[in-house]
């Protein structure tokens, strides 16, 4: 039953492997990956001469820990509230229906956003000018996005989150909670000492996993929510929404495979040195 995932991760996980040379080589397309002039960690240099380095990994590292810590944080608060819902018609309903903006794909989303926010037709602005208020300009605030965006990824994707918590809360011993209840123990009592218990491990392990990809920025919702607006830049803009401007103006190969390294070297590093304190804390739920 292991043997597809295994294929998997070695075929699209290790055979790329030998691929990371383009990062230290000027890729030729005639003389191919490993024929192409060897120069180093030059391809590095591209991210540090920009004199953006420090921002762009801040801001990538700062959405993406409130995408994590937030994300797991109410994706566990809604499948504590599906779980203490009583009718299983609502349930099924309500969980459906916080799952199906994860399938809406990024450019939609891009699209569904910039008709509410529009400055001229927007929905909101819409609304303020019907009760005579001044209108909102957010695509010319840089300083309001962050609080949108985060929202924004919360919206899409919590729903879809919050599965798997919901079904670590199905696999808890129901004798368990039964017993609580004999013992007259309220809702509040049994979320507090029996369920969020039995999620602290799934909670590590997800946000361990999560760690992993921390300097990897999502570039389909960041892309296709604030596109080229450079008023927005100094919030808004993350490594991969950078690289892909600079990269597509003369196609450089290589420059992109050197930051996807140096994403992948920082991400690995966080995530062993996250493990070695968990383990440190509580060896039982580190990754190894």
Known sequence: MCLPAILFFFAFSYMPLPGIWVAFVKYNYRNGIF???FVG?????????SGKLLSLTRNTIL???????????????????LNE??????KKVSQTLMFLPYFISQVLVGLLVYSLLNFDTGFINSILTAMSMEKWQPYADPKVWPVLMVIIYLWQQTGYNSVVYFAAIMGIDAETIEAARVDGA???????????????PTIVILILFALGGIVKGNFGL????IGSNSILYPTTDIIETFVYRATMTDFNFSTASAVGLYQ?????VIVMAVNYIVKKIEPDYSLF
Do not use: D, T
């Open 35 to 37: 024929g192409s002039k």
């Open 264 to 268: 992948s070297v920082i991400g690995f």
């Open 186 to 200: 309220n809702g509040f009592q049994k979320i507090r000492y029996i369920i969020l218990p039995s999620l602290k």
């Open 85 to 90: 819902m009583r009718s299983k018609w609502f």
């Open 41 to 49: 960690l030059q391809n590095f240099e591209f991210l540090a001469e």
């Open 222 to 225: 960041f892309y296709n929510i």
């Open 63 to 81: 959405y993406n820990l409130a995408f994590i810590l937030l994300g797991n944080l109410l994706a566990v608060f809604i499948a504590i509230l």
